[in-house]
């Protein structure tokens, strides 16, 4: 095993202890230190990250990457009042709930706890390391950070930050770590440090999670990988298609809840997709189109023939592929086939086909007359995400506080022993 890791891994098991008996006021006076701190860092957070879209370029990453990886001044204090956002919401650490009584007498009931130790690995979002910080601090969790080498200097100036702060108030040491190697070796050590880490939520491509499923000896929570639909149905509101499309495809493409596939009712494929065609192309945009749609928008100068995998592809840049169907089943069939239950939207009026969406589309966001964009933390009133988990086990869609604990039965008794 790495040093860096066993000695990382013992200093967070050393720590996990203290933090799950934290109290709130400490964590809540935690977050609001680094909040502060992060800001009163600005001007290196922001050269450090100048150092990385520099190194960035060079290497030749392409304009998704770099957007991920920019900081600037409104994102960072974005990120801060997240932090704060996470703060003001209620600290779930010791929380009862199916609390019963009994026929013998005994009261039980289950206790909301941390997960422990969670490893986290991701990759160009510095963004991710204060996120995580946050959600890990408030729900008692440690957290061991391996981001990507992209960002190294960036994710270094805020785990200072974040540590600085944590020292301030008296967050036990080890709470919140950044691996430094970027050795790759070092992620599969992580998959692997059963004795250190409770848990594995990887953030990145397809690849990273592949590799971390077939890789961990430790539980994982894959997710992020966003394939997302939205249907157009016969019945859709006018007023409503072209600026939903708009924003889930156009208002920040790089991310994982932005919009890949349009399908479109028959019906409405002409009344509805060259408006569409005309306020996307103004975005810049670029729509590869399955036969049918081709033939409605055959000569728009920002169309071109769709090739077979495009229907299998998270975009993430300005680039939506386009399909006319025959109705509401062939939409639930090709969003069965080719989504990959992260988000996906209809837009209609009436409601029995909203509801047949909603029961039959197994996303962990499934929305009726609204933009995929809000699947996140913050959006849903989470205030922030350690990720989007697209699992059916322990937590779906964006993962917030709650998500990041466990419980443990706690039962009362008055002397009761078992007959």
């Not at 200093?11 to 809540?28: E, H, I, V």
């Not at 080719?338 to 409601?351: F, P, W």
Request: with cysteine.
């Amino acid at each position: 095993m790495f040093p860096e890791l066993k000695e990382k891994g013992k200093s967070a098991r050393q720590a996990a202890r203290r933090l799950a008996a934290l109290d709130t006021s400490t964590k809540n006076n935690a977050l609001k230190a680094i909040a502060h701190t992060i800001m009163e860092r600005e001007p290196e957070i922001l050269t450090a990250n100048d150092h990385d879209i520099d190194a960035g370029q060079e290497a030749g990453l392409n304009e998704a990457l770099l957007d991920r990886l920019l900081l600037t001044v409104h994102r960072l204090e974005s990120i801060a009042k997240d932090v704060l956002a996470v703060e003001a919401l209620p600290d779930p650490i010791g929380e009862t709930f199916e609390t019963r009584i009994l026929p013998n007498g005994l009261r039980i009931g289950k206790q909301r706890v941390p997960v422990g130790v969670l490893g986290v690995i991701y990759e160009s979002r510095p963004n991710v390391t204060v996120d995580i910080s946050a959600l890990c601090l408030k729900s008692g969790n440690v957290a061991i950070l391996r981001g990507g080498k992209e960002a190294l200097n960036t994710n270094r100036a805020l785990a200072e930050a974040i540590a600085e702060a944590c020292n301030k108030v008296g967050v036990p040491q080890g709470a919140v770590q950044l691996i430094q190697s970027q050795d790759r070796a070092m992620v599969k050590e992580m998959l692997t440090a059963n004795q250190y880490i409770d848990m594995i939520i990887p953030r990145g491509g397809a690849g990273l999670h592949k590799f971390a499923l077939e890789n961990a000896t430790i539980p994982v929570i894959t997710g992020g990988i966003g394939i997302c639909h939205i249907y157009v149905d016969q019945s859709a509101d006018p007023e409503k298609v072209v600026p939903i499309v708009h924003n889930a495809k156009v208002q920040r493409p790089t991310v994982c809840n932005a919009l890949d596939t349009l399908l479109i009712h028959k019906d409405v494929a002409r009344a509805f997709l060259p408006e569409i065609a005309d306020d996307l192309a103004r975005a810049g945009v670029e729509l590869r189109c399955e036969p049918r749609a081709l033939t409605v928008l055959m000569g728009h100068p920002a169309v071109r023939s769709a090739s077979p995998g495009d229907f299998d592809t998270e975009f993430l840049s300005l680039v939506l592929a386009v399909k006319v169907v025959d109705g509401l089943d062939e939409a639930l069939d090709h969003i069965y086939q080719h989504g990959t239950h992260h988000s996906d939207a209809i837009l209609t009026e009436n409601y029995s086909h909203a509801m047949r969406f909603v029961n039959e589309v197994d996303s962990a966001a499934v929305y009726v007359n609204a933009s995929t964009r809000f699947t996140d933390g913050g959006q849903f009133g989470l205030g922030a995400e350690v990720a989007v988990s697209t699992q059916r086990l322990h937590a779906r869609g964006p993962m917030g506080l709650k998500e990041l604990t466990t419980y443990k039965w706690v039962v009362f008794g008055e002397g009761q022993v078992r007959g």
